[in-house]
């Protein structure tokens, strides 16, 4: 008999990702034979019952694996559902891909950003993307106001505190100038919240638009605003990504 931990099963299964699979079993909605799930729970797929809120979870086969590339447009929400009733990064997928449960976005682009996001049901792949240790690098095209000078820009690079604790070094590039806007790219290794906004308006230039242009190989390229394509074989292997693959194009 071979077993996994539990919350390795859910998000194998694409109920969630690991950590939001670990909230579910300590909150005690995850029952295994009947039995209230404890995190570190061992369990065999094929043999035990495992169910959320009353409901049966077992598959009968394997989900399908989705790894997608959407183009986020600005005012659209990085969250599987919005009690307000505003537009969702899953309200964008054509209807083939939205009837795949589990499907949900891989990190985050506030709403007044656009660009590159990644979404899957494969929980593993959005914890390996999401851990720290891997430190996917991202590339933003950022409009900010005025023309930051060469000092200004070395700072960015060295590392700014934000709440006390020093950004990671970034690749900062002054693209181009027009007028009182400048154009630049960043490249980051980290990913706190908001951070090329707050550390702007720190610098004194506040970013006036933002987009993702591409995650570690995955590049926006041509992909038109609220448009999505599955990611190649070749994409998920430069992502270094070791799981099981199947169900990418």
């Not at 919005?82 to 990190?107: C, S």
């Not at 900062?172 to 702007?200: C, F, P, T, Y």
Request: net charge positive; glycine share 8%; charged share 25%.
């Amino acid at each position: 008999m071979t077993t996994e931990r539990l919350q390795k099963v859910l998000a194998h299964w694409g109920v969630a990702s690991r950590r939001h699979a670990e909230l579910l079993i300590r909150s005690g909605q995850v029952f295994v034979n009947g039995q209230r799930a404890q995190l570190g729970d061992k369990v065999d797929p094929t043999r035990d019952r495992i169910e959320y809120k009353g409901q049966p979870l077992n598959p009968p086969r394997p989900p399908q694996r989705l790894y997608l590339l959407l183009h986020k447009p600005r005012g659209v929400l990085c969250t599987c559902h919005d009690p307000q009733g505003r537009t969702t990064v899953l309200d964008l997928l054509p209807p083939t891909y939205q009837r795949v449960g589990g499907v949900h976005p891989v990190g985050r682009l506030d709403a007044d950003s656009s660009g590159a996001l990644l979404l899957t049901n494969d929980g593993a792949f959005t914890y390996y993307l999401s851990h720290p240790r891997h430190h996917i690098p991202k590339t933003y095209r950022v409009w900010v106001q005025g023309q930051p000078p060469e000092r200004v820009l070395q700072r960015w690079r060295q590392g700014v505190p934000l709440e006390g604790v020093m950004t990671l070094p970034a690749v900062v590039k002054l693209l181009r100038s027009e007028g009182d806007r400048s154009l630049l790219e960043i490249i980051l290794q980290e990913g706190r919240n908001r951070q090329i906004r707050r550390v702007a308006d720190q610098l004194g230039h506040p970013v006036l638009a933002l987009q993702r242009i591409a995650i570690g190989p995955v590049h926006l390229g041509n992909l038109r605003p609220k448009a999505v394509r599955p990611l190649s074989r070749r994409e998920l292997a430069a992502l270094s990504y070791p799981a099981n693959r199947e169900g990418s194009a």
